[in-house]
């Protein structure tokens, strides 16, 4: 997997939590497909409340318990791998709204052979961990 910093493009993908694609959950095809893509990471946000074009609010309020909550699935990755992605959104995301944002990188680490540990690459060890 190649280091990403730097430049970015910010794709977010705001849905509703019953959107559905072929019986799967929308956002859960989402973030597959962008694994399969071999993007650098997805992740799945539920808001707890807000409105689209549809003026309906959504809520989790108990009063007005809603079963259609608010996603985003947020996508960074160099620009030109994001816009390659783009295309597999078509068709998918019938209602909702898809944004690109430029951003910067200023740090993008996995945990590394250390699981659970915190150290992934360029991490240096703090106070009683031993340096590699």
Known sequence: MSRLSGPALRLT????ESD?????????????RAREAGLAGASVFRG??????????H??????????????????DEEERVRAFLPQLD??????LVLLDRCEVVTYAGRGAEEGSGRGPGR?????????
């Open 13 to 16: 993908v705001l849905i509703g």
């Open 20 to 32: 559905r694609w072929h019986h799967r959950p929308l956002y859960s095809e989402i973030v597959h």
């Open 48 to 57: 707890i409340e807000g409105f689209g074009a549809s003026s309906l609010v």
């Open 59 to 76: 809520t989790t309020r108990l009063l007005s318990l809603s079963e259609d909550l608010p996603v985003a699935v947020v996508i960074v």
């Open 91 to 96: 068709g998918m995301v019938a209602e909702g």
């Open 124 to 132: 240096e060890a703090g106070p009683g961990e031993a340096a590699e």
